[in-house]
Every structure is written in structure tokens, then in C-alpha cells.
């Protein structure tokens, strides 16, 4: 299975800072067929379900702030927030479906996001 | 607005069965592919099952749980047998988006897996 480690595990940025957080797979999640990347990124705020932001690592889904932006490619990727907000306080994951189609897919194991 | 409900979450004995399901509206369940993706009480995400072009399962779960759905109830179900006590854990449906990603998920059902 394909390993998915984020760095850091937690992380305090003041409001209005950026919030950076980094997600390497232990191999390589690009199909050079379509040169996409199977790599989609995770909000979840407590109480609540995870919610979908971006996909093929840097698409954002409809109606998600463009403050949110996904990069990288291969085995190397970063969820940037540019501009902190007081609702973006959430654990992030970064998820692989380069595996999907045997079924394995695989999580990060969260960044949370904190104001200092 | 997609809404994904699950029911039938609650305490179990080890070694017991449970019937969870997820009630699609506003949504055509048959039409995507679906996932039970779990969170153990203050863990990270792991995917469980899917079902769309077949079915597959995380290997912790393979002959113990199965994924399954009625297209004229639009549901999912996942059919939980001799569960374990690292089966506790709150459990999500979710739909299929681009590629493999998640795109929409439900509130999750707590199943407990306790003596």
C-alpha cells in the first residue's frame, strides 16, 4: 500500500498568515498516461465530516475560498492556506487514489491547523 | 442539496454483527461509486470498503465486512460481522468524486465495539 506522511502534525499561524502543510506519498501517485495526480485534500472541523477541497492535487472543488491552493506532483505535495481565517482551524488530510483501482486508498494522518 | 444519511451504528459485543446504512437523496447512489471510510475515536481516516466496478476492501476488514447497495431504495449498506474491538470507530459514507477522491460524505454512525 502506498503510505501518505504529512508534515507537521500540527501547526499554529497567526490569522491572516499562511498555513502550510506538506504530504509525501511513499510512491509516486502521478499516471504518466493522463499526467494527473491522484492526490485530493481533506478539511475536517470537529464534530463534522471531512470535507473535499481540492483534487488531482491542485483542482479546488466549487465553492471552496481561493485561499486555499494545492501543489506538487509525483511524491511531493503542499496544501496552502494563504490568508489563515478564524473557520479554517480544522485537521487537514491529503488522500492517494492512485491505487483506486485495486480499492487501497490511503490517508495522511492529519495536520492540525491551530491560531496562535 | 446531496445528502447522505447513516444509520444503524450503536454498542456491540465483540464477535457481534451490525448492519449499517446510508440513505442517499438528492443524489442517485447507483450512478457513482461508494465508499465506508471509519475514524476510531480521536484517529486519522481509513478507507473501508467500495463498491462501483466491483467491490474491494482495507485488508483489516476482507471476510468480515461487506459493502452493498439497493438501487430502488437508493442505499448503501455495509454488513459488519465478527467485529472486533479495533472495528470501534465512527463510520462515513461517501461518494465517489473525480478520479478516487471523496466528494461528498455523510455525518458518520458510532459503532462501538465493547464487552
Known amino acids: 500500500d502506498i503510505v501518505m506522511t504529512q508534515s507537521p502534525d500540527s501547526l499554529a499561524v497567526s490569522l491572516g498568515e499562511r498555513a502550510t502543510i506538506n504530504c509525501k506519498s511513499s510512491q509516486t501517485v502521478l499516471y504518466n498516461s493522463n499526467n494527473k495526480n491522484y492526490l485530493a485534500w481533506y478539511q475536517q472541523k470537529p464534530g463534522q465530516p471531512p470535507k473535499l477541497l481540492i483534487y488531482w492535487a491542485s483542482t479546488r472543488k466549487s465553492g471552496v475560498p481561493d485561499r486555499f491552493s494545492g501543489s506538487g506532483s509525483g511524491t511531493d505535495f503542499t496544501l496552502t492556506i494563504s490568508s489563515l481565517q478564524a473557520e479554517d482551524v480544522a485537521v487537514y488530510y491529503c488522500?492517494?487514489?492512485?491505487?483506486?483501482?485495486?480499492?487501497?486508498?490511503?490517508f495522511g494522518q492529519g495536520t492540525k491547523v491551530e491560531i496562535k | 442539496e446531496v445528502q447522505l444519511v447513516e444509520s444503524g451504528g450503536g454498542l456491540v459485543q465483540p464477535g457481534g454483527s451490525l448492519r449499517l446504512s446510508c440513505a442517499a437523496s438528492?443524489?442517485?447512489?447507483?450512478?457513482?461509486?461508494m465508499s465506508w471510510v471509519r475514524q476510531a475515536p480521536g484517529k486519522g481516516l481509513e478507507w473501508v470498503a467500495k463498491i462501483g466496478g466491483g467491490e474491494s476492501y482495507v485488508d483489516s476488514v476482507k471476510g468480515r465486512f461487506t459493502i452493498s447497495r439497493d438501487n430502488a431504495k437508493n442505499s448503501l449498506f455495509l454488513q459488519m460481522n465478527s467485529l472486533r474491538i479495533d472495528d470501534t470507530a465512527i463510520y462515513y459514507c461517501?461518494?465517489?468524486?473525480?478520479?478516487?477522491?471523496?466528494?461528498?460524505w455523510g455525518q458518520g454512525t458510532l459503532v462501538t465495539v465493547s464487552s
Open positions: 488522500q492517494q487514489y492512485y491505487s483506486a483501482p485495486s480499492g487501497a486508498y490511503t
Open positions: 461517501a461518494s465517489g468524486g473525480d478520479g478516487g477522491s471523496f466528494d461528498y
Open positions: 438528492e443524489f442517485t447512489l447507483s450512478s457513482a461509486w
